[in-house]
């Protein structure tokens, strides 16, 4: 019974190819890496050349995160490494060292090094480049 259904698969497979059913999808339908061929590799796109000033940038509002004046590009954020806390966390290196808000968890419950929600930098603070705005921001605080 199983090698029936199977060979049926395959034989239909092999009409529905014959027909073209396949190569005219292949055609009409577009991915969001556009439309570059599955065993290629797609272009990375164009990243901003990030701003490396080292002077704070002005916030918004209060309790505005922070952007980050200096490029990030270098730093990946894993698991088990925080490339940015060997400098926020440590006074010496003359970065600001991390809030106390960024050492509670949701429990209120302090932790040595940053809590878990506030691990993942770049979920709040972003690095600036130098570009033209899409849109004008009217936002006021
Ligand atoms: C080599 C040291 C170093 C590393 C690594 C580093 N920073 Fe910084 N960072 C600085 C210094 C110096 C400043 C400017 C002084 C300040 O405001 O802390 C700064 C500023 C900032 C500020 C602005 C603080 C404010 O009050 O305006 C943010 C946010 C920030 N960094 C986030 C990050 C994040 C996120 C990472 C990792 C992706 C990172 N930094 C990695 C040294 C570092
Ligand atoms: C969930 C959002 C969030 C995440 C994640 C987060 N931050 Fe923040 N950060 C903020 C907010 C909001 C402020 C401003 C209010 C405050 O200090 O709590 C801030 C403030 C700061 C400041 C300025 C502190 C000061 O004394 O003025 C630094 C430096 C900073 N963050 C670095 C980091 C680093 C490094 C990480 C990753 C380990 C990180 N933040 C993760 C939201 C976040």
């Not at 577009?30 to 990243?47: D, F, K, T």
């Not at 003359?94 to 932790?111: F, M, P, Q, T, Y």
Request: charged share 25%; glycine share 4%; net charge negative.
């Amino acid at each position: 019974m199983k090698k029936t259904t199977v060979w049926l698969a395959a034989i239909l497979l092999v009409l529905a190819g014959s027909h073209g059913a396949f190569s005219s999808e292949k055609e009409s339908v577009e991915s969001l890496r556009g439309a570059v061929p599955i065993e290629a590799e797609s272009v990375q796109p164009h990243a901003m050349e990030q701003n490396t000033d080292k002077d704070t940038i002005k916030r918004s509002f209060p309790l505005n995160p922070p952007m980050i004046p200096h490029a990030i590009d270098d730093y990946e954020i894993t698991m088990s490494n925080n490339p940015c806390l060997s400098c926020h966390e440590d006074p010496a290196s003359g970065a600001k060292v991390i809030s106390e808000s960024h050492h509670l968890d949701r429990d209120a419950k302090r932790h040595e090094g940053s809590a878990a929600r506030r691990y993942f930098c770049t979920q709040c603070h972003a690095p600036q480049a130098k570009v033209d705005p899409l849109l004008e921001n009217r936002y006021k605080p």
